[in-house]
């Protein structure tokens, strides 16, 4: 029994099942602490160089302009994904959640995020260059960047 459980127990008058009780808890808080620390995602870069945008009336797409745009994800443990446009603003996204989804048979993420201004954005990030990233904010803007 560990020495902390030892010293506690007196003061506590803890019988033997309490105590193992004691340190079960106190084992698994410890074992899940180290298991959320390691699960931090390292933190990577991707950068586009073309945009293009969607007009929300016509639902027909821009031609593609140069524009050099960087994402880079997981900022933070959280695995936030910070945006530098071409002026360099930078803009956060705070990360909600993830899945993986497949598109003709090729993975991509499907990011759900919360915008600086509170609003929520679908990201697609596909792990091909060429296909790029997607934003869309609940249908009232689209937005792609590529290669």
């Known amino acids: ?3 902390f459980v030892k010293r506690l127990s007196p ?3 803890l019988n033997n099942m309490n105590k193992f009780y004691l340190l079960l808890i106190i084992s698994f ?3 899940s602490s180290f298991i959320g620390f390691t699960n931090i995602k390292k933190e990577f870069k991707v950068s586009y160089k ?4 969607q007009n929300l009336s016509t639902k027909k797409w821009s031609d593609w302009k140069s524009s050099k745009n960087t ?3 997981n900022i933070n443990p959280n695995g936030d994904i910070r945006h530098i446009n071409p002026t360099n603003q930078i803009y956060i996204f ?6 993986v989804e497949l598109s003709r048979g090729q ?5 759900w995020v919360q915008a600086s201004d509170g609003n929520i954005c679908l990201i697609q990030y596909f792990y091909d260059d060429k296909k790029g990233l997607h934003i869309s904010l609940d249908g009232r ?3 792609e960047f590529a290669n």
């Open 107 to 111: 993975p991509y993420d499907v990011i």
């Open 71 to 73: 994402f880079i994800f």
């Open 94 to 99: 705070r990360y909600l959640t993830k899945e």
């Open 141 to 143: 803007f689209e937005i």
């Open 1 to 3: 029994m560990s020495s």
């Open 11 to 13: 003061k506590l008058k």
């Open 29 to 31: 808080l410890l074992n």
């Open 50 to 53: 073309y945009v293009r945008n």
